[in-house]
């Protein structure tokens, strides 16, 4: 019954973002599987998270698509989200998910919450960072680059980190108050994937607001500043030989491009996963810290 229910909403969403071009079929397949998985192995406060994120980003994206067309050339991937995308964005919280269904620990829902408000508060940052007026800064080196450049940092972009990871923190405690308040009023729902005090297995410890609020924050920020940091360090990029811009696409102008730094095996959904990994170690460790 679950899984069926899981399978109808997941394919509603991601049948939603394939018919709006934001994502691609394999990217559409990808979705379904991770979406199917959460609502099966977590709460309708798993789901709904990962429905947050997915909704705003594409919203986001198709937002001012023209003006961002431009940068938009210079990354590895374009609009339409593919598999690798997906499960790099969506594929370890799902594992999360499943740890969380196997052992019950807050610790998992901490480290779901840094994951998926690293990945809100990158895609947020790309999508808004990228509409500043002002040129963006090398993260590492200060000097001003190119809008699009791996590595670039905007003040607009920095704000809507941490708008992005509070946007997740403030989203996960809407979700606990109306799953509580459902079970106050009808009791346990197995729609839901709840029963009464196992929200989110951690109502104890997380369902005050500030405190999912700060874990979306220093997850959301860590972990978005380790994307930009690996974007300007060791991520694979590469020159277009027809245009001279700096690429993180394998090809561009409908040509090779030739490598010109980073570990040639470090592509952009690697720096994704890595990110997603520091942010949801940042959110652990705040989490166990403040309970
Ligand atoms: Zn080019």
Redesign the pocket.
């Known amino acids: 019954m679950e899984l069926l229910w899981g399978l109808a909403c997941s394919t509603a969403v991601g049948g939603l973002a394939y018919w709006r071009r934001s994502l691609s079929l394999s990217g559409f397949l990808a979705a379904v599987a991770v979406g199917t998985a959460m609502f099966v192995w977590g709460t309708v406060v798993w789901f709904g998270t990962l429905i947050a994120f997915f909704v705003s980003s594409s919203l986001l994206s198709s937002w001012k698509r023209r003006r961002k067309s431009e940068a938009e ?1 210079v990354y590895e991937k374009s609009g339409r989200r593919d598999a690798g995308q997906v499960f790099a964005n969506g594929g370890l919280a799902a594992i999360l998910c499943g740890l969380f269904a196997w052992d019950p620990s807050p610790i998992w829902w901490y480290a779901f919450l840094g994951v998926m408000a690293t990945v809100n508060s990158d895609t947020w940052a790309t999508e808004i960072g990228g509409l500043s007026r002002t040129p963006p800064r090398h993260i590492r080196t200060g000097r001003k680059v190119k809008p699009g450049t791996s590595g670039g940092v905007t003040r607009l972009g920095m704000a809507a980190t941490v708008i992005g990871g509070a946007f997740i923190g403030a989203v996960a405690w809407l979700l606990e108050r109306i799953t509580g308040i459902w079970i106050w009023s009808f009791g346990s729902s197995p729609i839901l994937g709840v029963e009464e005090g196992w929200i989110s297995g951690s109502a104890a410890v997380s369902d005050q607001w500030w405190v999912l609020l700060l874990l979306g924050i220093a997850g959301g920020t860590v972990g978005s500043l380790t994307d930009s940091w690996l974007g300007a360090t060791v991520q694979r990029i590469r020159r ?1 030989t ?4 700096e ?1 993180e696409r394998l090809t ?2 409908g ?1 090779p ?1 030739e490598p010109i730094r980073g570990w040639r095996w470090f592509n952009n959904d690697r720096v994704n996963m890595v990110s997603s990994v520091a942010g949801g170690l940042m959110a652990v460790l705040l989490g166990v810290w403040l309970s």
């Open positions: 050339g277009c027809v245009c001279g811009r690429v561009h102008c040509r491009a």
